[in-house]
């Protein structure tokens, strides 16, 4: 299995200070040369969010070239974004499932101005009131909607129950969460564990790095439709 080398974890811990704001993972320049394209996907037609397409929307990201940014920036809403880029751990999830037609800028924003003590919020957020500008891209509250809504499945140390088109989070120490994708492809060095699509200080890449750090949550978050609020089953 591929472990995290020094540097990447030196460059984690110098980005999730200064991204306290987003409580996610930094990135850096990504260069990957891998194409996939959505029209692969039998399901893409049907304009449904499903385990296969989310999968191939996350393994889309490769194709991308992010950088680091920290700031806190205002965006639009709905459909926000920030500028293509830039981006953090979050940001590879959001825009997978933007892919999909699923925003979930609007999602979170949503049923945080509906629950908006049900969510954390950390002392270093100060928050008083939803944010959409934030509030979809921190890990913490990624978390709290998945959970709210039906997506959160068992922490396992068994690689096969970990799905194309899931979600893993990680804790990196203290309060600092990280989040990635579940993609159907495989380790070369156990054939049961899947690998993840993720940006954790070095850019959106396709890692074996399922199991070298805490998993802190498993979800499985696939929504019937992308414009209302019904939600497929987690199982």
Known sequence: ?????????????????VLGNLSGCSTQSSDSSHSFNMK???SAKQGLAT????SYAALDRLRHRVVY???YIPIGYPNGDVPQNVGVCTDTVIRSYRKLGVDLQRLVHEDMSRNFYSYPNLPKWGLNAPDPNIDHRRVHNLKAFFTRHGA??????????????DLVTWNLGGDQEHIGIIVD???TADPDRPLVV?????????????????????????PRSSRGMKYASAR
């Open 1 to 17: 299995m591929r472990s995290l080398s020094g540097v990447s974890l030196a460059m984690l811990v110098v980005s999730t200070v």
């Open 40 to 42: 692969r996907s039998p």
């Open 51 to 54: 385990p296969e397409r989310l």
């Open 69 to 71: 940014d920290g700031r």
């Open 152 to 165: 959160r499945v068992p922490v396992s140390a068994n690689p096969r129950d970990y799905r194309p088109g």
């Open 185 to 187: 492809r495989k380790s």
């Open 198 to 222: 993720h940006n954790i200080a070095e850019g959106e890449k396709i890692e074996d790095v399922l199991f070298q750090m805490p998993i802190s949550g498993h979800y499985r978050y696939f």
